[in-house]
């Protein structure tokens, strides 16, 4: 599992950390049953504060993406199929704010609003 | 892996015929005839196991002929064969050179002793006992072994070049880390499990038999192997900005190189056999490689032109991995050579 940090970005780097597991998912790197390799290694690998890593894990596992089984640690959920079948979905939504002239970070920036509006229907 | 300097090519590969499948066909073809001329009827019982004491198992005739050319042809031509596409394309390393001559080692083996235990038993003339058909068996095999081994043309390393991989683009601050595993391929890890649990059975099995000598040497060698496999089944690996680490998932071996010792980073398909010798931990000259299957694998060299190959299905990820470190080490040597 490949995981990029970047102490000097603006985000957190705990967001950084599950932001690499849901890339990997989201791209079926992992699937449901893989084993997220132990908060301690991930520490000592990337240099960082074993609780950053903790509060990765704690954060992907609130969203239902990861499941902490005994003996086991962490372990990608059965959940992180509807992920990776977003996957062609969001490649559209990319190929259609590029037609429109729209960065990465404007359409983020309107999913973001699209999924704090109320829903009408 | 220059052109410049090949040898010609189709005398390695002739060689290599002749010593690992043409000698084997030739040494158990005369084997298997001697014992059936020697055979008067292949139902007849003959001694197959010599113990302590003399002989204590019997079976029929026909168990050594069979035994010459499983063993003395058979085996032989799969290890042989082995090398056999590698040469042909053009692959050169001391491993290729040795299959073959392992291969005429092996059928001498097995000829000379399964002909001597049928003359020492049914030969007319010939009564010299198994303790001189076994000395006389390993004899020949390691003299034979050393003249196929003489006989071919000495080979200076050509392995199929690795595969560069570009290094993962990353920003100056940026860490990178990938930690994952190399496994064992699916067959080999049955074949392991199952070896473990025949030796298990055999084992207890002993012990139920009262036999306290055997059952404590079948127990020990029961341990051993199953040691030996869970210590080469699975390998944690991580690739991070100190370098690449590989540990056995029980701890030993491990191995190590840091990243200012990553001369060169790529991926090669790797055929263990041909390659390595092999499967498992395999240290040859040149290499040392952690040999689980054959297939993708990474591909380090040292400073000091050693490689290090490791099996692993996304080697592609981790030598872009090391490439960056690699990158991103030479630049902070770099920035400190200007402070």
């Known amino acids: 599992m490949l995981i990029r940090i970047d102490p000097t970005a603006e985000t957190d780097l705990y967001e950084q950390i599950a932001d690499s597991v849901r890339e990997d998912v989201a791209a079926a790197r992992l699937v449901a049953g893989d084993r997220l390799p132990s908060a301690r290694e991930v520490a000592q690998a990337l240099d960082v504060n074993l609780h950053t890593v903790l509060k990765a894990y704690q954060a992907l596992r609130e969203e239902g993406l990861v499941e902490m089984r005994r003996g086991r640690g962490a372990v990608i959920a059965p959940m992180s199929a509807a992920v990776a079948e977003l996957a062609a979905d969001a490649g559209a939504l990319v190929a259609r704010a590029r037609e429109l002239g729209l960065g990465t970070e404007a359409l983020i920036a309107a999913v973001r609003q699209a999924a704090r509006a109320p829903r009408d229907t | ?339």
């Open chain 2, 1 to 339: 892996m220059s052109d410049t300097h090949r040898n010609p090519a189709d005398r390695v590969l002739r060689r290599a015929v002749d010593v690992g499948l043409l000698v084997p066909a030739l040494l158990t073809g005369a084997a298997i005839a001697l014992q059936l001329v020697a055979i008067d009827d292949l139902a007849q019982q003959l001694v197959t196991h010599w113990g302590p004491e003399g002989p204590d198992g019997y079976g029929p005739a026909w168990v050594y002929p069979v035994m010459t050319l499983l063993g003395g042809l058979v085996l032989p031509s799969l290890l042989a064969g082995s090398a056999m596409r590698p040469l042909a394309r053009g692959e050169r390393s001391p491993m290729l050179r040795l299959m073959p001559a392992l291969a005429a080692s092996l059928a001498t083996l097995f000829s000379a002793l399964a002909t001597g235990m049928v003359l020492t038993q049914v030969g007319p003339s010939f009564d010299a006992g198994v303790g001189w058909v076994l000395a006389l068996a390993f004899g020949a095999a390691g003299v034979v072994g050393w003249v196929a081994w003489a006989a071919q043309p000495s080979q200076d390393v050509i392995v199929p070049a690795a595969l560069p991989v570009d290094a993962l683009g990353a920003g100056p601050h940026e860490r990178l880390a990938w930690i994952g595993r190399a496994e064992l391929g699916k067959g080999a890890g049955a074949a392991l499990v199952s070896a473990c649990v025949l030796l298990a059975g055999l084992a207890v099995w002993t012990w139920a038999l009262a036999d306290v000598v055997a059952a404590a040497i079948t127990t020990g060698v029961a341990i051993l192997v199953a040691l030996l496999a869970a210590a080469m089944t699975v390998f944690h690996v991580r690739a991070d900005r100190t370098g690449l680490t590989v540990r056995s998932a029980v701890g030993f071996p491990r191995f190590t190189i840091p990243a200012a010792d990553i001369a060169s980073v790529g991926v090669i398909d790797v055929a263990g056999l041909a390659h390595f010798g092999g499967w498992g931990v395999r240290v040859i000259p040149g290499a040392t490689g952690v040999i689980l299957r054959n297939g993708t694998a990474l591909e380090v060299t040292r400073g000091s032109g050693r490689r290090f190959v490791l099996t692993l299905d996304d080697a592609a990820t981790v030598a872009a991995v090391l490439g960056a470190v690699r990158a991103s080490q030479a630049g902070g040597a770099r920035d400190a050579d200007q402070d």
